[in-house]
């Protein structure tokens, strides 16, 4: 199988998640580069369980197999969750999840000793360095690859509503960045992330990574890291766009929007009826607006340039998806967007937090608390 080319098409919508999480000390609530021996011991302990050594030491991802639904998703993170925790706690570790950590200082957090991490930071320097950031990644199956552009595409229309509702970074190095998620604006620094060209057909996209591996510039990191991209390799669509939750309960509203919204365009394909599109500098202006503003944003939601909050957008939008998500099992699990927007997302929180008392410690203590206690 020749992995630029060969979609390994999927006869089902199935749905595969990857979540990261990180290792913080309980007195300094700083990052602790000690997830590989995590990992080792929770592998020892408790067989089976599928985790994953990150770009950075501090970093442990759940992983999931590949399921039928949120529901089956979350499950299986919260199994595995629950282990990585009784690991952690026995060595004296508390387990943090968020877009970016607000305080902790990228030189001192020692990546994980893999060649193409290695190769990343001998071509990007400065600015591959600073990559304290943390995100879900959503697979969705996809049954053929000439629907996996239109259906990025489409995805792509609605990056703010996706990031809206997850963001959970407005602190970087000890400041409040202004943003909801600073971990948006860091990581498309990156010569290689950021948002996917608008590719017209399987072929074109074919064609671009023939280039980039031609020029070498996937030789040193191994695949584009793009916010949406396809993962030939499984038959996928791979949505990268939301920052990491502190909580189960609003990844579980995050994977659930983003599986219903693949499996509604993918629907609309299979009715004929022409799928969203946006010009590309209107969806590079949602994603800033997305990334300062979180569910404050105002965002373009035609090529006329019509403006509508994001928060009437995710209502309508949970809306809208209310048929796909009884087909596939996830009511309570969409509906719980509706429930970040009456509360708050993960950025409003730590914000509030901060704001009262100037510091960042009791902001990583309440995220730390939240993935105990906020369960589905």
């Not at 039928?68 to 952690?88: H, P």
């Not at 190095?173 to 950021?194: F, I, K, V």
């Amino acid at each position: 199988m020749d992995p630029f080319r060969d979609f390994a098409r999927s006869p089902k919508p199935t749905l595969g998640v990857e979540w990261e999480i990180c290792l913080v000390d309980p007195t300094t609530r700083d990052l602790v580069p000690r997830a590989a021996e995590v990992i080792d011991e929770v592998g020892r302990r408790f067989p089976g369980v599928s985790l994953e050594k990150e770009f950075l030491q501090n970093t442990v991802e759940l992983v999931t197999p590949v399921c039928e639904n949120t529901r089956e998703a979350v499950r299986y993170l919260q199994d595995s969750l629950d282990k990585v925790r009784v690991v952690a706690e026995g060595e004296g570790l508390r387990l943090w999840a968020g877009g970016g950590h607000p305080f902790s200082d990228f030189r001192e957090q020692p990546l994980s000793p893999k060649f193409t991490y290695q190769e990343i930071i001998n071509r990007t320097q400065y600015w591959g360095r600073q990559m304290l950031l943390w995100g879900i990644h959503c697979h969705v199956g996809v049954r053929h690859e000439d629907r996996v552009w239109p259906i990025i595409n489409a995805v792509m229309t609605k990056y703010p509503h996706l990031l809206a509702v997850s963001a959970s970074s407005p602190g970087w190095d000890g400041l409040d960045t202004g943003y909801a998620s600073n971990r948006t604006m860091l990581y498309q620094q990156l010569p290689t992330a950021g948002m996917p060209y608008q590719f017209g057909s399987w072929d074109e996209w074919v064609q671009f990574m023939v280039d980039q591996r031609t020029s070498g510039v996937i030789n040193h990191t191994g695949s584009m890291h793009f916010d949406v991209r396809p993962a030939a390799k499984w038959g996928t669509v791979e949505v990268r766009i939301s920052d990491a939750t502190s909580n189960l309960r609003e990844l579980a509203a995050v994977v659930a929007l983003t599986h219903c919204l693949v499996v509604h365009f993918d629907r609309m394909i299979d009715a004929g009826e022409k799928l969203p599109s946006l010009q590309p500098w209107h969806v590079a202006e949602n994603k800033w607006r997305g990334a300062r503003y979180g569910l404050e944003a105002l965002v373009i939601t035609s090529r006329e340039t019509d403006e509508r909050w994001v928060t009437e957008e995710l209502e309508e939008l949970v809306a809208v998806l209310q048929p796909v998500a009884k087909d596939m099992g996830c009511v309570d699990e969409l509906n719980l967007v509706l429930e970040i927007m009456e509360r708050g997302a993960g950025y409003s929180r730590m914000r509030r937090l901060h704001s009262a008392n100037g510091d960042w410690k009791p902001v990583v203590d309440a995220s730390c608390q939240e993935l105990v206690e906020w369960t589905v």
